[in-house]
Structures are given as C-alpha cells and as structure tokens.
C-alpha cells in the first residue's frame, strides 16, 4: 500500500463526495472498493471518512436542502494542496475563475475554498492544518485515487489558467491519435487534459477522479450489479491501461483504472 503523508504544494491531495443519499453511497462504494466508512460529526450533519485498510482515501456528505434547491447534483470534488489558500483564491480570481465558496476554515483541519475556473470546471483548493494534508493513500494502490483529468472545451484557456495559478508546466502527446495534455508539478505528473469534442454533448467541463483497480471489467461488472451505471465501458490504451467511466445510483461520475504493469 503507498502511503502519503505530505503533499506539495499544486499537487491533488483529497476527494470527498457530496451525494443526495449518504447511506446507499456508502453501501454502494464500500461493496465495490472495499472502503470502511467512519462518520464524524460536523456541525451541519456528517461527514464520512472513507477508509481503506483503516487509511483515509476520501470522504462523502449528504447534500444540504438548500444545495439540492440550488440544483446542486451529487458529484465528486478533487481538492488541491496550496500553502495560502486566501492568496490563490485571489490569484484564482484575477485570472478569470469564480469563487463559488469564498475562503472559510474546517474546523481546525485547514482552510478551503471551492474554485470555478474560467472554462467552467470545479475545483477546490486545500491548505492543510498539521494533521489534515489529504489522502493517507494513493498512487497506485487499490482502491485509491491514481489520477485527476481535466475535460475542458477551451483547452488553450484551461492550459493558461492552471500553467499560471499553479506552475504546472504542460507536456503534449497523443493517447491514440488523441491530443492529451499532461500537466507536471516540479517534473513530476500532476493532472490531465483533454478537449471535448461534440461526442461528449451537453456535458459541461469537469474534473474527473479516477480509482486504482486490479480489474477493470470485473469493477465494472460489480458497479452494475450495484446499481451503477457504465457510461464508458472498460477501454484499454496502449502505454497506459483500461479504463471504465461509472455512474453512481446517487449521478455521480467517477472513473476507474487499471494502469498498465
């Protein structure tokens, strides 16, 4: 199991699930991943730590009623780790994003705020309390987050905004005749990017968490069992690895991957 106790700063370091029906989330990604959940109380209700092997891989809470009454869908929220939250959200702003939750401290654990970029994907960003840096494991192990991709239908202004707030630096290639940005933080991997193109319809830009697994088709298979939906089925790319694009019951999208040995 890898292990992470510390991030970078620019680097994705948490997940965390808003959902219309916390216990059947639970129930439905604790059957297919092998997550423990450990409620905690919040002031406004609960929010779940999702474990696995007793370390923290994410996290999921009950839409408020005045977030479902703004239209708000279940969705997966990636966070990334910043040393100043209030200075980035500020840069953020001045580079054309919108700050869908201003600058507010988590109880002790650190101080977030929920950004907008200007292509219209969501994001949050995180500065951590001793204690609280992020996912206790990832990269690679089962069950955890493996990577981050960014969908966007204005790739030159998503490559401007997020070379500038975060120093990323990017590295174009193909996956398959396809453009594909990668986007790397002190050299090393950080995020993706890809242009949508009119096969994706009415979807609207986002940000994509996907989860390590060891087989793609039979997660996929447990998914549907579940009560999930397959919205791409399990697709091997060459030099990288399977994939599966999932629904939970709940809407939320994530991704599955199985990386290539």
Known sequence: MLETKLFAPGTFCWTDLATTDAPAAKSFYCQLFGWEACDEPVPDGTYTMLLLNGKKVGALYQLSNDQRAQGIPPHWLSYVASE?????????????????????????????????DPTGAVFALWQAAKGHEGSEVMNGAPGSVIWNE?????????????????????????????????????????AGMMQMTAEWGNAPPHWMVYFAVTDCEAITRRARELGGTVIVEPTTLPEVGSFAILQDP????????KPIS
């Open 84 to 116: 100043q939250v209030d200075d980035m959200a500020r840069k953020a702003k001045e580079l054309g994003a919108e700050l869908l939750m201003p600058p507010f401290d988590v109880m002790g654990a650190g101080r977030m705020v929920v950004v907008k």
């Open 250 to 257: 709940q809407g939320a999208v994530f991704s599955i991957m």
């Open 150 to 190: 960014l969908a966007t239908k204005d790739s030159a202004r998503s490559e401007a905004f997020y070379t500038a707030l975060f120093g990323w630096q990017p590295n174009k290639h193909n996956i398959t005749g396809m453009p594909y940005t990668e986007f790397l933080n002190r050299e090393r991997p950080a």
